[in-house]
């Protein structure tokens, strides 16, 4: 996994050598570290945990999720969309559906999302160090007596990234077009309400978390034995790479707007709140 900003560049020359099977480390000293080391696990920790528990509660509520004519709006969940489940609200439906499937679509759906995000490198490298202890921060020990690193199932599936990564892509055209159609007012004609500005800084923003994807940026520049011979990769290579080297902002940026989205939604819907029209 790569390291982000920089981060303990001085920790990692001088780190304890990695030894699969070992531990990383030592028992006896888990870190000389003076500075307030774990106030990073313990926000990642704290940030994860709330989306889990919102995301799975939110999957099953199974309503509120469409803001549709009766409202004047066309806005849908980011965690319902595509709506290609047997049960969805009327108007929610995608072009297509899976009528065998009863029970809330999100749980069809959030597979994608959510593996794209948990097979993410810089997720793993977050969460592996927050929920894990393994290690929680440069040049701090490991807890856990025995390192495998990736080589065992089941941390061996994170190989299936760059699947993740093509089916993050199909969504990211269905949330796209989600967004356009969240200027639309049925039965008024089109206009631009907090709920598009919603929709539409969701998309982008899912739009650079996926574009920022290190298996993106190899997909585009790697295996290239000469940039000089493939002119087109090296334009993509070229966009990308700056994207890359922000994609832990973008991972979060992307992950509270798209709950955020959710939770917009889900309050519009159910009539706690408005959707006020901007223009
Ligand atoms: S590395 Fe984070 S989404 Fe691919």
């Known amino acids: 996994m790569g390291l982000y900003q920089g981060e303990c560049v001085t920790a990692v020359e001088s780190s304890t050598k990695v030894v699969l099977g070992g531990t990383r480390g030592g028992p006896e000293v888990p870190t000389l ?54 049960v969805c609200v009327p108007g929610a439906k995608a072009g297509f559906a899976l009528n065998w499937f009863r029970l809330s679509p999100a749980l069809l759906i959030l ?24 290690p929680p921060a440069c040049a701090v020990s ?17 190989n299936l990234h760059r699947y993740f990564f093509y089916a993050g892509l199909v969504f990211n055209v269905f949330l796209t077009v989600d967004a356009v159609e969240a200027f639309r007012e049925p039965g008024i004609g089109w206009g631009v309400s907090v709920g598009t500005i919603v929709l539409c800084v969701n998309a982008v923003l899912l739009w650079l978390y996926s574009l920022s994807c290190h298996a993106c940026r190899h997909l585009c520049g790697g295996h290239v034995k000469s940039f000089k011979a493939h002119p087109i990769r090296y334009q993509f290579w070229k966009f990308l790479t700056p994207l890359n080297a922000k994609h832990m902002n973008l991972a979060w940026a992307s992950l509270l707007v798209v709950g955020f989205a959710d939770v917009y939604v889900r309050l519009v819907a159910s009539g706690a709140i408005t959707d006020y029209k901007l223009f």
Not at 111 to 134: D, E, H, K, N, V
């Open 33 to 86: 570290r003076k500075d307030r080391w774990w106030v990073q696990p313990f926000v990642i920790t704290f940030i994860l945990t709330i989306f889990i528990v919102y995301s799975t509660w939110a999957a099953f509520q199974n309503r509120y999720y469409f803001v549709g004519a009766s409202m004047g709006r066309d806005l849908i969940s980011p965690f319902y969309s595509p709506c290609i489940g047997g």
């Open 111 to 134: 597979i994608f999302p959510l593996g794209f995000r948990f097979t993410c490198y810089y997720y793993r490298r977050s969460y592996y160090r927050a929920f894990w202890w393994s």
């Open 142 to 158: 490991d807890a856990h007596g025995k390192y495998s690193g990736e080589t065992r199932f089941p941390l061996v599936m994170q």
